[in-house]
């Protein structure tokens, strides 16, 4: 079992910048791939970044390329997005995920979200 949770939400201007964090429990954080996704009002909830159990590899949805960046930090549990030049469609609740894959069996866990709101 492992609990998600985010902070670093938050009102910012357009062009302005935030950090999100989302902390897990659990002793088996190093196991899970981790990812955000985001969910804006009447609209499906979306990918946005993901890394690796190991922070080898990371993903990217296209339209915050070159804009966000997913790190991660097993020794505290934590997992973190950089957003900077925040544009107003970034506007959503974002949300910590947690995946874990053992054989035939897939684990996913879910944070309560945290809103991003960008102004322009």
């Known amino acids: 079992q492992v609990q998600l949770v985010e902070s670093g939400g938050g009102l910012v201007q357009a062009g302005g910048s935030l950090r999100l964090s989302c902390a897990a429990s659990?002793?088996?954080?190093?196991?899970?791939?981790m990812g955000w996704f985001r969910q804006a009002p009447g609209k499906e909830r979306e990918f946005v970044a993901g890394?690796?159990?190991?922070?080898?590899?990371?993903y990217y949805t296209d339209s915050v390329k070159g804009r966000f960046t997913i790190s991660r930090d097993n020794a505290k549990n934590t997992v973190y997005l950089q957003m900077n030049n925040l544009k107003p469609e970034d506007t959503a609740v974002y949300y910590c995920?947690?995946?874990?894959?053992?054989?035939?069996?897939?684990?996913?866990?879910w944070g309560q979200g945290t809103q991003v709101t960008v102004s322009s």
């Open positions: 995920h947690a995946e874990r894959v053992a054989g035939l069996i897939s684990y996913h866990y």
């Open positions: 659990g002793r088996t954080f190093n196991t899970y791939a």
């Open positions: 890394i690796w159990w190991s922070g080898g590899s990371t």
